[in-house]
């Protein structure tokens, strides 16, 4: 008599995954060492590709978004955003990169990002935790939406792929593209300067509540002395309110309406009759409103008798 095996179902699960598991494996490797076979025989020319990575920074809509800023620690931190360097690494050519989740479970997704040059073969990996968690003032939020979850992956996996491409690329090909951008910001001319500081000041207040009196505080001048130099700098801040990055707290010290024009002066009307009692003018009372609330003096004294005219509470 045959005793069938009653484990035989749940071994055969374990061993088609391991041999997909493998085949997955062995083809992805495949395809790195044909990239690599195929980037040194057909090697990247370092003068075209310098020259496409310039021809892109000098196009307006990259040159506005090549750089990220935000404050930390009393100061402001700068640099090449994603952007310039997906667009770096695309000009430049023969490069790998990409974001990779590894795992997801217990509220948190292991990433790995990286950057390959397949013609050098240069390398750059970074492997990080992403908890599903969002910090706010009111304290930490968990994440259950995939949606939510997927932004919070990739806008983590975003910033280290930067770092990634930044860190197979030659610095001097950074630098020139960063000098690029900011000659791109500086030559545009589409209109006056004084025409554009007014756009992008009602930018910021009709946005994000930012008045002219946080701008000038923010830059440290009036907003006519507003250089190119400070509308570059104002639309980095722009770029990272807009992407959520940063909040309006990070850059700009919230002040008090302006309230002066709304509180009354108790001793407006005095300061007026005073004023012209010494002039020897009689108070004119054509087109006024009766105050109110009688004259001190007589209320306190109903037998207060004026002297003349100019003493009369409603004269």
Known sequence: MEVPNIYESSASVPAERSATTEMMVSRQAQEVQAAMVIAKRFPRNEVES?????????????????????????????????????????????????????????GESQVMAYAWDLETNTRQSKIFTVPHIRSTKHGNIPLTDPRDIYEMVANQGARR??????????????????????????????????????????????????????????????????????????????????????????YFEVMPDTVSDQIINPFEGEEKNGGERKKGGRKSTENQETPQTPDSQTELNPDFIPKDDEDLPFA
């Open 161 to 250: 792929m930067r770092a990634c491409i930044l860190g197979v690329i030659p610095g001097d090909v950074i630098d020139s593209a960063i000098a690029q951008c900011n000659a791109t910001l500086q030559g545009k001319t589409n209109g006056p300067l004084i025409d554009n500081i007014r756009k992008i000041v009602n930018t910021f207040q009709e946005e994000f509540g930012v008045d002219s009196r946080m701008l000038e505080k923010f830059i440290g001048c009036k907003t006519e002395s507003f250089s190119m130099n400070d509308l570059i700098r104002l639309k980095k801040v722009y770029r990272s309110l807009k992407d959520g990055m940063a909040k309006r707290e990070d």
């Open 50 to 106: 310098y020259g496409r990575i310039m021809r892109a920074c000098k196009r307006m809509s990259l040159a506005e978004q090549a750089m990220y800023e935000y404050p930390r620690g009393g100061q402001k931190v700068t640099g090449p955003s994603i952007r310039l360097a997906e667009a770096m690494a695309q000009n430049w050519g023969n490069i790998d990169y990409g974001i990779i989740e590894l795992e997801q479970r217990h």
